[in-house]
């Protein structure tokens, strides 16, 4: 538990100085109000007295912040999907099964990805950078292969997942192997800014393999008692049929024991995610920013099934799944595979997908009030974002209004039926463009001013 501790007061510290760097610079309000958020979940979470290392300045501010109300959570809206964002791409034009973490310790969101080359046919571990900024990603740079000891070709497809694992700082990699089920541990025995890993451990850690079958697993401190448990969403291929289970961290955080697969978790109706077929993806994260984690699976040729945790962080309760929540949708889309992940750098969850031809989907989430999209257009273009001023609008032989709020949900500007917006006159900072399109409906798009 003192590690447990330790590792929190790092966290507090960490965040306390992102707050004082957002409070030089108020515009990014919405910011400001998660981190703030983020600070007080964590000081509630493990009782915390203040350190005497930490500075007057740090100190004022966590008192500001052990007094202040935040207020409930706000509702969830994701905007319309980006196709190839940041300049991510299936290279080879075949499925890429990806991870998001910061590979290199630079503070942002870089990828990892397992893809499946055709000439020759390999299979092959895929680095790409993100050699952009936290609030502005960037992976138009060329991908890596052969990078960080990961040289061999892989004789199936493997699920991968990124994750301090062994809590000692840097990124591990486990994978699930698919058909088999089995499970392989890559352990980092580099640095967190330069890493290096290890041949593949098979079934560590306790970790059940699955006979006949496809198998996915997550991690997250899902009881809150300071170590990784894990969630695995299995197809069973005798049985034609997919289900989750929990298995609780027995162990340390540095040395995980997993228990054997447990179904009827947590208040979860096993029975319902039945119709996905194939392949069950999970997906585990805090998506509604309350302190706890939620969950959501999806399927090969299927839709997409969200399970709110309406528990706490010690006692965890899932909800019956929504289908197809926030506007997301695979109906059109082979081999769901993706991942929350904050890829902005503004304090909530972002989802990201791949399909079976590599083409990458960004969903957005903003938590704001009020708008939300009625539509999907995928054909309009907004660029370009973040500007310096002026944003373009690609809407031919339509009519349209836009109208521009401040992340508070402030109107400050409404105009009809003009492309070239002007923004020079704002304030720095993110803005949300509602374009509402004459017998359409509306789309919501976020811009930032730098």
Do not use: C
Not at 332 to 360: H, K, N, R
Not at 413 to 422: A, C, E, M, R, Y
Request: glycine fraction near 8%.
């Amino acid at each position: 538990m003192k590690n447990h501790y330790a590792r929190k007061k790092r966290q507090l510290k960490s965040l306390i100085k992102k707050l004082l760097f957002l409070l030089s610079d108020i515009q990014n309000k919405n910011l400001i109000f998660l981190t703030a958020r983020k600070i007080r979940q964590l000081i509630t979470s493990i009782s915390f007295r203040i350190p005497y290392k930490l500075n007057t300045k740090q100190m004022r501010v966590t008192a500001l912040l052990l007094g202040m109300g935040i207020g409930a959570t706000k509702a969830q809206s994701f905007l319309t999907p980006v196709i190839s964002p940041f300049g991510l791409s299936g290279e080879f034009e075949t499925s890429e099964i990806q991870s998001f973490g910061d590979l290199d310790g630079d503070g942002d969101q870089d990828v990892l990805t397992i893809v499946f080359q055709t000439n020759p046919e390999t299979i092959l571990f895929n680095y790409k950078e993100n050699t952009g900024l936290p609030i502005a990603p960037d992976f138009t740079t060329d991908s890596q292969t052969n990078v960080f000891g990961l040289n061999d070709s892989l004789d199936s497809p493997e699920f991968l997942t990124l994750v301090d694992i062994d809590n000692d700082g840097d990124l591990d990699i486990l994978t699930a192997v698919s058909y088999t089920g089995s499970i392989k541990f890559y352990q980092n025995t580099g640095t967190v800014n330069a890493p290096t890993f290890t041949e593949p451990i098979v079934n560590p850690f306790g970790i059940e393999p699955v006979a006949s079958g496809n198998q996915f697993i997550n991690f997250g401190d899902i009881d809150n008692d300071g170590d990784l448990d894990m969630i695995s969403s299995v197809f069973f291929f005798t049985e034609g049929q997919a289900k989750l289970f929990f298995s609780e961290n027995i162990g340390t955080a540095e040395s995980p024991q997993f228990t054997p697969r447990i179904e009827n978790f947590f208040a979860l109706d096993p029975a319902v995610i039945a119709p996905l077929e194939v392949a069950v993806q999970n997906y585990l994260a805090d998506v509604d920013n309350d302190g706890d984690l939620d969950l959501m699976v999806s399927g090969y040729y299927n839709e997409y099934k969200y399970y709110e945790n309406i528990g706490n962080p010690q006692s965890p309760q899932f909800t019956t799944p929504t289908n197809n929540p926030f506007g997301f949708s695979g109906a059109d889309e082979e081999v769901l595979i993706g991942g929350f992940v904050d890829i902005d750098s503004d304090g909530d969850m972002d989802f990201i997908t791949s399909d079976y031809y590599g083409v990458y989907k960004f969903y957005e989430q903003i938590t704001f009030d009020g708008i939300e999209s009625t539509f999907t257009n995928e054909q309009i273009n907004i660029y370009p974002s973040p500007t310096t001023g002026i944003v373009n609008l690609d809407l031919e032989n339509k009519e349209f209004e836009v109208e521009i709020f401040d992340v508070i949900g402030k109107s400050v500007s409404i105009s009809k039926n003009i492309k070239t917006l002007d923004l020079s006159k704002l304030p720095k900072g993110t803005y949300i463009l509602k374009i509402t399109i004459k017998n359409e409906g509306h789309i919501v798009q976020k811009i930032i001013k730098i």
